[in-house]
């Protein structure tokens, strides 16, 4: 089972990504997958979840600025960052939860996004 | 939102001492506690989740225990390999948090 984080990179404050997660060994369409963030130097923050009926939860932080969603045929979770500001600049992991209960049991290895002008 | 607190911030010991963590959260979840492993420029790994159940990937040094608000992530017999920053985390509701995490490092 691997996850692999695509995408990130230098923007502007006000700019949009979009961070891919290709996943291999699983399914992501029966898994909950969450995005979760790390600001250089400092602790994880959860970001949003997908759950496998395609229910959707954003922290506060990135509500109505960001959205997550899915390619089944990728087999691909995604992350639309819009209106990005200095202090969304973090590494952003993809992680699975397999249990079903909130746990994140895989993690990718992380893609890079700076805000900054 | 549930607020979760870890202490110590950072420690340090030396090969073969027995470590110990905690964590607290602002408000009862139950076990919905999980524990994550992360070594420098690494993505986190799930090293024990509903509180005290053993990631298959990990030795049995390893093992946590608590319930309600209060939490424990104990290393029996430190090893190398083991240095790292832990960080708790609630699954009892959404946002999930994680605490601010505890270094262990070499004395």
């Known amino acids: 089972v691997q996850l692999v984080e695509s995408g990130g990179g230098l923007i502007q404050p006000g700019g949009s990504l979009r961070l891919s997660c290709a996943a291999s060994?699983?399914?992501?369409?029966?898994?909950?997958m969450s995005w979760v963030r790390q600001a250089p130097g400092k602790g994880l923050e959860w970001v949003s979840i997908l759950y496998s009926g395609g229910t959707t939860y954003y922290a506060d932080s990135v509500r109505g600025r960001f959205t997550i969603s899915r390619n089944n045929s990728k087999n691909t979770l995604y992350l639309q960052m819009n209106s990005l500001r200095v202090e969304d600049t973090a590494v952003y992991y993809c992680?699975?939860?397999?249990?079903?209960?909130?746990?994140?049991?895989?993690w990718g290895q992380g893609t890079m996004v700076t805000v900054s002008s | 939102d549930i607020q979760m607190t870890q202490s110590p911030s950072s420690l340090s010991a030396s090969v073969g001492d027995r470590v110990t963590i905690t964590c607290r959260a602002s408000?009862?979840?139950?076990?919905?506690l999980n524990w994550y492993q992360q070594k420098p420029g690494k993505a986190p790994k799930l090293l024990i989740y509903?509180?005290?159940s053993l990631q298959n990937e990990f030795p049995s040094r390893f093992s946590g225990s608590g319930s309600g608000t209060d939490f424990t992530l104990t290393i029996s017999s430190l090893q190398p390999e083991d240095f790292a920053t832990y960080y708790c985390?609630?699954?009892?509701?959404?946002?999930?948090?994680f605490g601010p995490g505890s270094k262990v490092d070499i004395k």
């Open positions: 060994g699983s399914t992501v369409s029966s898994n909950y």
């Open positions: 985390q609630q699954s009892d509701s959404i946002p999930f948090t």
């Open positions: 408000q009862s979840i139950s076990t919905y």
């Open positions: 509903a509180a005290s």
């Open positions: 992680a699975r939860d397999s249990k079903g209960d909130d746990t994140f049991d895989i």
